[in-house]
Structure formats: C-alpha cells, structure tokens
Nanobody, 123 residues
Framework: VQLQASGGGLVQAGGSLRLSCGTSVNTSDYYAIGWFRQAPGKEREGVSCMGWGGRYYSDSVQGRFTISRDNAKNTVYLQMDSLKPEDTAVYYC???????????????????WGKGTQVTVSS
C-alpha cells in the first residue's frame, strides 16, 4: 500500500490550496482515510478524515477545509480555503485498513502513511 501526498506550497493568509493523496488501491478499500498535520514542535493532529461512518473535521478547520475523493483516480483531496498562518505544517495522508477503536481521525491508529507535503501560510 502506497500513499503519496502532493499539492503543498507557500500561500498568503486568506488563500487556498488543494492537497491530493494518490493511493495504490481504491480509496474505498480502506476503512478510513484522511489528512493529518504536524507543525514544528507540536504533536501530529488529525485534520480531516473519511470513515467511521462519516466525515470528520477538526474544530480548527471546520468550515474552511473540505475532504473529498475520486474513486476513479484513487485519490483523496483536501481543499483548504481561508488559510491562516496557524495552518502552516507538514500535511500527511494516512489510511486505516480496518476498524480500530480510538478514532475518528486519530493519528495513533492509522496503518499506512504517505510522505508529507509542506504547507506554509504567510501573514
């Protein structure tokens, strides 16, 4: 199983970016898939995930970020709007093969990880 995140970059506050996560299998084959981020000196955190019967967004991104998928392309997206400097982090996509307690969108229980993509939001 391979996950590949892309789409990061440098953007001004208020701007938008769309991250893509390509997978080696159909995204629907996973129990859950989503996006996580880690800022310097901070713990990794769940940003948005699909699974556990729905879509999850962290409080800090609710209303600004949207997760979606294209099964034909084996790709999951994270549309990030109204970006803030505090959104600056390395963003990772990760997947969970089968249900595991501890969710939703808990980085500690995810099975597969892609390499991160840097998102930098300037003020």
């Amino acid at each position: 199983v391979q996950l590949q995140a892309s789409g990061g970059g440098l953007v001004q506050a208020g701007g938008s970016l769309r991250l893509s996560c390509g997978t080696s299998v159909n995204t629907s084959d996973y129990y859950a898939i989503g996006w996580f981020r880690q800022a310097p000196g901070k713990e990794r955190e769940g940003v948005s995930c699909m699974g556990w019967g729905g879509r999850y967004y962290s409080d800090s991104v609710q209303g600004r970020f949207t997760i979606s998928r294209d099964n034909a392309k084996n790709t999951v997206y994270l549309q990030m709007d109204s970006l803030k400097p505090e959104d600056t982090a390395v963003y990772y996509c990760a997947a969970l093969a089968r249900y595991r307690s501890g969710g939703p969108c808990n980085y500690l229980i995810m099975d597969y990880w892609g390499k991160g993509t840097q998102v930098t939001v300037s003020s």
